[in-house]
């Protein structure tokens, strides 16, 4: 691991373990993914094999959440350099299949690739505690902050009565609540556009929204 970077290790509530990723974690970690995101087209899914590569690119950037042995949670997350200005892209393409060839070493952002917490420990803040830990991580490495892009996941529901665009506009104005989005606002996140066609998933219609936390906020 990077000489700069501390290895990350906290113990939270209920004896859960926030940490950095270890290669013994990445088969349980391909599991999680399917049960986390059970829609998402199978290949957009990040499998054992990624998670590997991940660690050999940046390991200092991937955590986990664990009881015991067993993983219930996880993030991995790269260096970007960000055009906010040309913000159309989808994850697919992103996180490279998979791989995470697209980490620039040098980028000042910390692009969050994705988030999950098994079912069963839903509800006890564990997604703040794995934004906590990138954000630690961030400022050791001096960027300018997180960003990512959130799945609209109250759309797909509601597809059929409302465009994406107006469901976002909504949400923006506080006059809708979405799964996702809704927490990571609360959180401190800030949305900065709707992206439509970013990932291949009916629960949010494709569309995510980008986001970003400066380095300077608490979370």
């Not at 997350?77 to 299949?97: L, P, W």
């Not at 803040?125 to 959130?150: D, N, P, S």
């Not at 606002?185 to 929204?209: Q, R, T």
């Amino acid at each position: 691991m990077h000489t700069a970077i501390r290895t990350y290790y906290k113990e939270i509530k209920g004896g859960l373990v926030v940490q950095h990723m270890q290669p013994q974690h990445a088969q349980q970690l391909g599991e999680l993914q399917k049960i986390v995101f059970p829609t998402l087209a199978d290949d957009e899914l990040i499998r054992a094999e990624h998670y590997l590569h991940h660690l050999e690119i940046f390991p200092e950037g991937q955590f986990v959440i664990t009881d015991g042995d067993k993983v219930i949670g996880m993030t991995t997350t790269m260096r970007s350099d960000f055009d906010f200005s040309d913000y159309h892209h989808t994850f697919k393409e992103t996180i490279a299949g998979g791989w995470l060839t697209n980490h620039n070493p040098n980028g000042d952002w910390l692009y969050g690739l994705d988030i999950g917490v098994h079912p069963d420990y839903r509800g006890l803040g564990l997604a703040r505690v794995l934004y906590r830990a990138r954000h630690e991580i961030a400022r050791q490495l001096r960027l300018k902050g997180q960003l990512t892009v959130g799945m609209l996941s109250g759309y797909g529901a509601v597809s059929k009565q409302i465009s994406g665009e107006e469901y976002y506009k909504e949400l923006i104005a506080g006059k809708r609540f979405d799964p996702t989005i809704t927490p990571q606002m609360k959180i401190g996140f800030e949305p900065i556009a709707l992206i439509p066609d970013y990932v291949n998933d009916p629960v949010c219609g494709n569309y995510g929204v980008l986001i970003k936390i400066d380095i300077n906020k608490e979370i």
